[in-house]
Nanobody, 116 residues
Framework: QVRVVESGGGLVQPGGSLRLSCAAS????????MGWYRQAPGKERELVVS???????NYADSVKGRFAISRDNAKNTVYLQMNSLKPADSAVYYC??????????WGQGTQVTVSS
């Protein structure tokens, strides 16, 4: 059974930092890409950043220079370091994992709230 599990969300003050983690397990197929998406109340889910197995990244303009994605292929884990957080970054953050053959799987999401 494929599992995608996020962790690391929480409440932080503007200007603060958080680190999210996402671990994938249960598949015999390798992973093509992993990514972070977010969805704020009343808005559509949007891409934050993705990373391929080769390390190529694609960042949303709104997070460039503040967020950094990294990946541990041996552990099937991806991390999102979020710095200089703004209230506009508040959302539920979802991890998406694209496996070869079987396609994409979502995690359950983790809440990030940026507020003073």
């Amino acid at each position: 059974q494929v599992r995608v599990v996020e962790s690391g969300g929480g409440l932080v003050q503007p200007g603060g930092s958080l680190r999210l983690s996402c671990a994938a397990s249960g598949s015999i197929f390798s992973i093509n890409a992993m990514g972070w998406y977010r969805q704020a109340p009343g808005k559509e889910r949007e891409l934050v950043v993705s990373i391929t197995s080769g390390g190529s990244t694609n960042y949303a303009d709104s997070v460039k220079g503040r967020f950094a994605i990294s990946r541990d292929n041996a552990k099937n884990t991806v991390y999102l370091q979020m710095n200089s957080l703004k209230p506009a970054d508040s959302a539920v953050y979802y991890c998406n994992v694209e496996f070869r053959v079987i396609g994409g799987y979502w995690g359950q999401g983790t809440q990030v709230t940026v507020s003073s």
